[in-house]
């Protein structure tokens, strides 16, 4: 069984497409997390919920919505997608929230806007 | 914010031990140095964690000095299979109240038969 799973695996869509990005952890965390991965490979976070508590929302647009139905599913929901919305998009979960405790990632969502 | 520097990159070849350093001159008292390991087209796995002196499993090591202004992940003996992206992550609580874990650039380790 995949710990921490997420769906697509790759998105092509076209400039100004709605578009989601699911995430489920079978692990029982209560934290769950959004990572970008650029072109350069630099990860940075983008949200995260604690027992379906936003937590930690970056800098990030507001087309960018996070949502969380229950502790063991985090989605992302990206409106009017940009060409600059292209990256991979990582889903992550942590037994509870701190920054010491050890991620487990899922293998990514492969986002190209065209 | 205990930010974290470590090399771009480096080259080795199989069946030697690899020594990656990562420098974290701001680490704060309750931070822990965690490693991850990514290979191309996955998520970061975790390698290891520690706080002081030396941490060992049975992946790889992690020695970390009294100052703790630095660490270094050492890998033995490795691999093609290790040529992967190594990130140093210190732990980091933010002025809000919530923890972030940033994520440097990382350092490109490809080995080579």
């Known amino acids: 069984d995949t710990a921490v799973s997420q769906t697509p695996k790759y998105l092509v869509t076209q400039m100004g497409n709605d578009k989601s990005i699911k995430c489920e952890q079978n692990l029982g965390h209560d934290t769950m997390y959004w990572y970008k991965q650029d072109s350069k490979k630099f990860l940075k976070i983008m949200f995260s919920?604690?027992?379906?508590?936003?937590?930690i929302n970056e800098t990030v647009p507001n087309r960018f919505s996070p949502k969380s139905p229950d502790k063991a599913h985090l989605n992302l929901h990206i409106n009017s997608l940009e060409l600059g919305d292209s990256a991979v998009y990582f889903c992550?979960?942590?037994?509870?929230?701190?920054?010491?405790?050890?991620?487990?990632f899922g293998s990514g969502t492969q986002l190209s806007v065209l | 914010l205990a930010k974290t520097t470590q090399p771009i990159s480096m080259d080795s070849y199989e069946g030697q031990e690899v020594n990656i350093t990562c420098s974290h001159n701001?680490?704060?008292?309750?931070?822990?140095i965690t490693w991850y390991q990514q290979f191309p087209s996955q998520g970061p796995r975790f390698i290891i964690q520690?706080?002081?002196t030396k941490v060992t499993n049975e992946v790889a090591s992690l020695f970390i000095p009294a100052d703790r202004k630095s660490s270094t992940l050492s890998l033995p003996r490795v691999s093609l299979s290790d040529t992967a992206v190594y990130y140093c992550?210190?732990?980091?609580?933010?002025?809000?109240?919530?923890?972030?874990?940033?994520f440097g650039k990382g350092t490109m380790l490809l080995v080579s038969p």
């Open positions: 992550l210190v732990g980091d609580d933010g002025n809000s109240g919530y923890s972030t874990l940033t």
């Open positions: 520690g706080y002081k």
């Open positions: 701001n680490i704060a008292t309750n931070d822990y």
């Open positions: 992550a979960s942590s037994r509870r929230r701190g920054a010491n405790e050890k991620l487990f």
């Open positions: 919920y604690n027992n379906k508590e936003l937590i």
